[in-house]
């Protein structure tokens, strides 16, 4: 598989796919904890550490869990709080506040993103002009978001977290059906709170790259820095990580998050990375131009070869540097006439042969 079988995927001005640099999203999620302030400085923070976009989480409470649905055990360790209700509702934005803050990117120049949790959090985010939409892993079953999302016409990053291999490719299947398949990056996701580093098989990034032909990302749920550029060397298109102003704050995804200087210093990693890993073009670099000369060999005169004088095997030698005839020629050499006078252990050029 090459980086033209997978395409590639265009989020306002910026191309995302294989070769191209690495998209990260910042994800603000519900680290505002429901303080419009907060969710502004997050904005700030991501911009400021170099991400191309900064994600929130569009919903309502009520609309999205049943009144005695169980959190997860990491968010009742988190939060003390026991059912998802209470804890969601503490954490919703009104479409106002959304608003506000799409407006807020636009002016500080980066890209507003937010993933829905239902056809009705969908078409507000619709209206706000979201240039790209954001599936949660939980969703990737939710045949109506999926259906309402592919028919929008947006760009579409589809988490695929806890999911069997016949859910994605179900989900992959209905959103190509409906003519999103161009539009498509999946995004490789472990749904674990926090992702032990262990867990985090990166090698899925490209297994799931050569299964479906599109680009994939990886949403990273570790405490680690450094996973990052190590996920960008594994095949991964675009990052999504948390980001908050607090780690130590109460609500549930802070405790996994960076705060906005480690959130830097992940992105200044996968920049990093992505120098290293060059543009995969073969041939002679610029910065290898100066050993090549000197450290290969070419053809030199084993002893001194009047002009005129017909070139024999015996009075030739293969030495370094390589600023003469390759060795590959060395036959081409033999029997030819010496147009000029050759010093021993000169290497012989073209120019010095008739």
Same mark, same amino acid.
């Given at each position: 598989?090459?980086? !033209?079988?997978?395409?590639? /995927?265009?989020?306002?001005?910026? +191309?995302?796919?294989?070769?191209? *640099? &690495?998209? /990260? &999203?910042?994800?603000?999620?519900?680290?505002?904890?429901?303080?419009?302030?907060?969710?502004?400085?997050?904005?700030?923070?991501?911009?400021?550490? %170099?991400?191309?976009?900064?994600?929130?989480?569009?919903? $309502?409470?009520?609309?999205?869990?049943?009144?005695?649905?169980?959190?997860?055990?990491?968010?009742?360790?988190?939060?003390?709080?026991?059912?998802?209700?209470?804890?969601?509702? $503490?954490?919703?934005?009104?479409?106002?506040?959304?608003?506000?803050?799409?407006?807020?990117?636009?002016? /500080?120049?980066?890209?507003?993103?937010?993933?829905?949790?239902?056809?009705?959090?969908?078409?507000?985010?619709?209206?706000?002009?979201?240039?790209?939409? =954001?599936?949660?892993?939980?969703?990737?079953?939710?045949?109506?978001?999926?259906?309402?999302?592919?028919?929008?016409? $947006?760009?579409?990053?589809?988490?695929?977290?806890?999911?069997?291999?016949?859910?994605?490719?179900?989900? &992959?299947?209905?959103?190509?059906?409906? %003519?999103?398949?161009?539009?498509?990056?999946?995004?490789?996701?472990?749904?674990?709170?926090?992702?032990?580093?262990?867990?985090?098989?990166?090698?899925?990034?490209?297994?799931?790259?050569?299964?479906?032909?599109?680009?994939?990302?990886?949403?990273?749920?570790?405490?680690?820095?450094?996973?990052?550029?190590?996920?960008?060397?594994?095949?991964?298109?675009?990052?999504?990580?948390?980001?908050?102003?607090?780690?130590?704050?109460?609500?549930?995804?802070?405790?996994?998050?960076?705060?906005?200087?480690?959130?830097?210093?992940?992105?200044? %990693? +996968?920049? =990093? +990375?992505?120098?290293?890993?060059?543009?995969?073009?073969?041939?002679?670099?610029?910065?290898?131009?100066?050993?090549?000369?000197?450290?290969?060999?070419?053809?030199?005169?084993?002893?001194?070869?009047? !002009?005129?004088?017909?070139?024999?095997?015996? +009075?030739?030698?293969? =030495?370094? *540097?390589?600023? %003469?005839?390759? *060795?590959?020629?060395?036959?081409? &050499?033999?029997?030819?006439? !010496?147009?000029?006078?050759?010093?021993?252990?000169?290497?012989?050029?073209?120019?010095?042969?008739?």
């Amino acid at each position: 598989m090459n980086d !033209a079988d997978v395409g590639t /995927v265009r989020i306002g001005d910026v +191309v995302i796919g294989a070769g191209r *640099p &690495v998209y /990260v &999203v910042a994800e603000a999620g519900v680290n505002h904890d429901g303080d419009v302030r907060r969710a502004v400085a997050l904005i700030d923070a991501a911009k400021s550490a %170099g991400a191309n976009a900064v994600k929130f989480q569009a919903f $309502r409470a009520a609309a999205l869990v049943t009144h005695d649905a169980s959190a997860a055990t990491y968010q009742q360790r988190q939060t003390q709080v026991r059912t998802q209700r209470d804890l969601l509702s $503490r954490l919703e934005l009104p479409p106002e506040a959304f608003a506000a803050l799409a407006r807020l990117c636009g002016d /500080v120049g980066i890209e507003f993103l937010a993933t829905p949790f239902g056809t009705d959090d969908l078409a507000m985010l619709m209206r706000l002009g979201v240039r790209a939409i =954001k599936i949660a892993s939980s969703d990737i079953t939710n045949v109506p978001l999926l259906t309402a999302a592919a028919a929008g016409g $947006r760009p579409l990053l589809i988490s695929t977290g806890a999911a069997e291999i016949e859910e994605i490719d179900a989900a &992959v299947e209905l959103l190509e059906k409906a %003519g999103a398949r161009d539009r498509l990056v999946l995004l490789h996701c472990v749904s674990s709170y926090p992702t032990r580093e262990s867990d985090a098989n990166l090698r899925r990034i490209a297994a799931m790259a050569a299964r479906y032909r599109r680009p994939v990302g990886f949403s990273d749920h570790t405490t680690s820095i450094e996973i990052g550029g190590i996920a960008a060397a594994a095949g991964a298109v675009l990052l999504e990580k948390h980001i908050t102003l607090d780690r130590r704050q109460a609500g549930p995804d802070h405790s996994f998050s960076l705060e906005p200087e480690q959130f830097a210093e992940y992105v200044a %990693g +996968v920049r =990093k +990375v992505e120098g290293m890993l060059g543009h995969g073009r073969f041939g002679c670099l610029d910065v290898e131009r100066d050993v090549r000369r000197l450290a290969r060999p070419s053809v030199v005169a084993a002893e001194p070869i009047a !002009a005129g004088q017909r070139i024999r095997r015996q +009075v030739l030698a293969i =030495k370094r *540097p390589g600023t %003469g005839i390759a *060795p590959a020629d060395l036959e081409r &050499v033999v029997d030819r006439i !010496a147009a000029v006078d050759i010093a021993a252990d000169t290497p012989i050029g073209w120019e010095m042969l008739r």
